[in-house]
């Protein structure tokens, strides 16, 4: 369980971080525990993996494509311990392998939205969004992205890092200047850490001003967002948690405690409409908004009646 607990524990504090990164480390952890356990009893085992998926999918509330790949591996079978590690290996190796091809997709698929010339606005860090301008950069086209820095963990410096590797040109921005620079902006391309049945988005703080912002510019906003961000729940109209942080990544103890009378908030994620959405890009298709549905359905196969009599509880070694 220590291992285990390490990776939860990295996924909560934001060393591993980005929603597809998160879904892939917990994959891993999964089959890795499934692999250390010792017992021989199908029950105790099965128990054991219940509570490992419950310990990773309480980590961080709002990326989806956590509990997506917990539940992705947990579907496992298997009479014995032996066969429900194979079937756990080949779940959480079939996750990983085609998480990471979904971003290459996604790449191809958006890029042909990119032209030469383009200034992009991009927020936060998503290897899937960067995906898109690596390829179109790839392919030759001339870009410039402007990247908000992306308070207050300053994701932006991640993404200035890696497009600077890429022999990206960006340029680097305060949060508040994304509604000045909009006019100089060609296209939006951001990430997702859920897509609602109804297409909203749920992504990082200021997700929502950014495409509010290109909205009133006339600016296409483009979602790169693999199927397992899409969030079968909220079917059933279950709103996506948002995560709330500690004040101290806004403001240090100390100065906090200077005042009597002031609290801080700090709301990890916000949520935009699907009105200021375009196009979401995922690996099987860009879509607009509206048919999130379909993903859920057809790509994730979830379907009302599954939903309705088991939720989304973690229980393992199903037949399926
Ligand atoms: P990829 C991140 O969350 C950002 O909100 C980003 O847009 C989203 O995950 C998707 O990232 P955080 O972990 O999966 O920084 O595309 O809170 O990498």
């Given at each position: 369980m220590e291992q285990l607990l390490e990776t939860a524990k990295k996924i909560k504090s934001m060393e591993i971080r980005g929603a597809g990164k998160i879904a892939r480390a917990a994959a891993a952890a999964l089959r890795d525990y499934a692999e250390r356990?010792?017992?021989?009893d199908i029950n105790e085992f099965n128990e054991k993996m219940e509570h490992a998926a419950e310990v990773l999918v309480n980590?961080?509330?709002?990326?989806v494509s956590l509990p997506n790949a917990v539940r992705a591996v947990m579907r496992y079978g298997g009479g014995t311990v032996d066969e429900a590690k194979i079937s756990i290996k080949k779940l959480a190796d079939g996750f990983i392998a085609s998480s990471e091809n979904a971003i290459k997709r996604i790449g191809e698929i958006g890029a042909r939205r990119v032209r030469d010339g383009d200034t992009i606005m991009t927020h936060c860090n998503s290897a899937a969004a960067n995906s898109i301008m690596a390829e179109a950069h790839a392919q030759g086209k001339d870009i410039n992205v402007i990247a908000t820095?992306?308070?207050?963990?300053?994701?932006g410096h991640i993404t200035i890092k890696q497009l600077d590797k890429l022999g990206i040109k960006s340029t680097l921005i305060v949060d508040s200047a994304v509604r000045y620079l909009?006019?100089?902006?060609d296209i939006v391309i951001m990430g997702a850490d859920a897509v609602t049945v109804n297409g909203s988005l749920i992504n990082k703080i200021g997700t929502s001003q950014v495409a509010l912002a290109a909205h009133e510019a006339r600016t296409n906003v483009i979602i790169a967002a693999e199927t397992?961000?899409?969030?079968?729940m909220s079917i059933l109209g279950e709103l996506v948690e948002i995560e709330e942080r500690d004040s101290s990544e806004v403001i240090s103890r100390e100065k906090l405690d200077e005042f009597s009378n002031v609290s801080v908030r700090n709301p990890s994620f916000d949520v935009t409409p699907r009105?200021?959405?375009?196009l979401i890009c995922t690996e099987v298709g860009a879509i607009p908004p509206e048919m999130a549905y379909i993903i859920i359905k057809?790509?994730?196969?979830?379907?009302i009646e599954e939903l309705n009599s088991n939720g989304l509880r973690f229980k393992g070694n199903q037949k399926h």
């Open positions: 356990l010792t017992t021989n980590t961080r509330p709002t990326a820095e992306s308070r207050p963990r300053l994701q909009m006019k100089d902006v397992y961000k899409f969030s079968p009105e200021y959405i375009d057809d790509f994730l196969g979830w379907r």
